[in-house]
């Protein structure tokens, strides 16, 4: 009876991907089971099982390193596909290779273990029990967060620094200027990291090649003599100003017309020029990456704060 109910609870806490209740469940199951031996408690209980590999994975995310190790080892199709798969059960090195064979890849399985299962399991993804392979509860978590999206992720540089996800994040709360961006990874890099970004369609600036905008002044235009043009021209400028290739085609006019007018205004004081400063957004593959990285980055840090707890419940439990 104890076993069933201790297996039921694995399976409900497998299926709650919700750390804070998970821990909830598991401290409340360990304070309540009474088993026969410790021995029993380490060979059969799934429940020990999974507070042990929380226990584990809290170690691993102290790695100040470690975001940087996980977005660098998901920059992989064949390591997400061993990920999906694993997350699905459990999963030998000889059928991970049938299964990437299906899928047109053809690796020994010295690769498989050393190029994609061995990573997975150093950023806390995958474990290896009785030489199978399976998601922990973290992997399995993560793979139903960027299921949907696994390919968009390698779109960033493989073994980067993760300064292209650190611009995506912070352009996700809208565009930032070549200064504002500089602020936020080196100097040095800046120039190139936002031309990978263009590159790979993450991010784009303002269509107007030109970043002159014009602006109304504050002298009144019924004191001054204009021309239709001019008037028609001056009552098509915004409050928040506007580049001269919109100014036309807002009024109609041709380029050449609109600058020409515009210089008479600007000659009467009813207008003035301002060089507004290029500004970097992202598109619309740049936003969904963005988001799926903002998740990410929440799952980490609240699996960190939960795991912590049985970290320290664990401490608490050796020091009596």
């Not at 190029?115 to 998601?135: C, F, I, K, T």
């Not at 890099?189 to 303002?206: D, F, M, N, Y």
């Not at 380029?255 to 004081?269: A, D, I, N, Q, V």
């Amino acid at each position: 009876m104890k076993a069933q109910n201790l297996l039921a609870t694995s399976r409900s806490v497998e299926r709650n991907r919700d750390f804070p209740a998970m821990l909830r469940i598991l401290d409340k199951k360990c304070r309540t089971c009474t088993p026969l031996t410790p021995l029993e408690c380490i060979s059969r209980c799934k429940t020990w099982k999974l507070k042990n590999e929380l226990r584990r994975l809290h170690k691993t995310m102290e790695n100040p390193d470690f975001m940087k190790d996980l977005m660098n080892t998901l920059k992989s199709d064949t390591r997400l596909q061993i990920l999906m798969a694993i997350a699905k059960g459990h999963y030998s090195i000889r059928k991970l290779q049938q299964e990437l064979k299906k899928a047109g890849h053809s690796y020994s399985q010295d690769t498989i273990a050393k190029e994609y299962l061995h990573p997975l399991m150093e950023v806390g993804l995958a474990v290896e029990a009785q030489d199978r392979y399976y998601a922990t509860t973290f992997g399995s978590s993560l793979t139903k967060l960027i299921e949907s999206s696994a390919n968009i992720v390698n779109l960033l540089p493989a073994h980067s620094e993760c300064h292209e996800e650190t611009v995506l994040k912070a352009l996700l709360s809208g565009p930032k200027t070549f200064e504002d961006i500089n602020g936020l990874v080196s100097q040095k890099l800046v120039s190139r990291i936002l031309r990978r970004l263009k590159k790979v369609g993450l991010a784009e600036t303002p269509r107007e090649r030109a970043y002159i905008f014009f602006f109304r002044s504050k002298r009144d235009l019924a004191k001054e003599t204009v021309s239709s043009i001019e008037s028609k021209v001056y009552n098509g400028i915004p409050a928040e100003g506007i580049s001269v290739q919109k100014l036309a085609e807002k009024t109609g006019f041709t380029t050449r017309t609109t600058y020409k007018h515009m210089r008479r205004l600007k000659g009467k004081k009813l207008a003035f020029t301002r060089k507004m400063p290029k500004t970097y957004c992202l598109t619309a593959t740049g936003k969904k990456l963005a988001l799926l990285l903002d998740e990410l980055y929440t799952l980490v840090e609240e699996t960190l704060i939960s795991t912590e707890q049985v970290f320290k419940c664990n401490e608490a439990e050796r020091a009596e």
